[in-house]
């Protein structure tokens, strides 16, 4: 099994066994800040799609391999597991579906979703299918992928020490203005400072030293 971050003292576990060694899938642990756990992936996509789930501020928590939806499909019963629950702070319930661009060639598999969707539509939820090509969007997909790995171990002082600099700067600053100050704050902090939304960052634009950066308005 392949681990992309340190596994939590809690798992967030799917509803039913995941297959080993099938053909395209890698079962993948991700390390969950959200949910305070960790989250078992059947694939790498669908662990890459943690991010998105993270860095959503509407999503209060999300779960992978839900409970089954019983649906009928070209007048036959099937039982379709989600690859995850989306859970938002308003209460809203979401399902989603991870898959390669090619979904859309596969008639069997669309008409199931839209069974799928339909029948969520019935119970006040929703569904949505997400493919390969946006989850991995770049430069999106590798800045969420850097800021989260880089504030992992981020100890509070360190972010403390940040809002106090930030406190007595000419604001929008850049990533490399702010490594000129002795001693520097540390990276971990600024990703961490991006993560909670304390500061501002596009992060579908290139992380670099020479991004913007700004107080959020509320701060």
Do not use: W
């Amino acid at each position: 099994m392949k681990k992309i971050r340190n596994s939590g003292d809690e798992t967030n576990s799917p509803s039913r066994k995941l297959g080993r060694s099938q053909h395209g899938k890698q079962t993948t642990y991700f390390h969950s800040i959200k949910n305070n756990c960790t989250v078992v992936c059947e694939t790498r996509l669908e662990a890459d799609a943690c991010y998105l789930f993270e860095f959503d501020d509407k999503i209060s928590s999300y779960f992978a391999q839900p409970e089954p939806i019983h649906v009928t499909v070209n007048n036959k019963h099937k039982k379709y597991t989600p690859d995850f629950k989306l859970v938002f702070s308003s209460g809203y319930i979401r399902y989603i579906e991870i898959k390669p661009d090619n979904v859309f060639d596969k008639p069997d598999y669309m008409a199931l979703y839209r069974a799928v969707r339909d029948e969520a539509k019935r119970k006040g939820e929703g569904f949505k299918l997400i493919i390969e090509s946006s989850i991995r969007r770049q430069p999106r997909h590798k800045n969420m992928n850097h800021i989260y790995f880089q504030m992992r171990h981020t100890r509070p002082e360190e972010l403390s020490y940040l809002m106090d600099q930030l406190s007595v700067i000419h604001l929008p600053t850049c990533i490399g203005l702010l490594f000129e100050i002795s001693p520097p704050p540390s990276m971990g902090a600024i990703a961490k400072a991006i993560f909670k939304k304390i500061i501002t960052f596009d992060v579908n634009e290139p992380l670099s030293l020479a991004s913007d950066l700004n107080l959020e308005k509320s701060q």
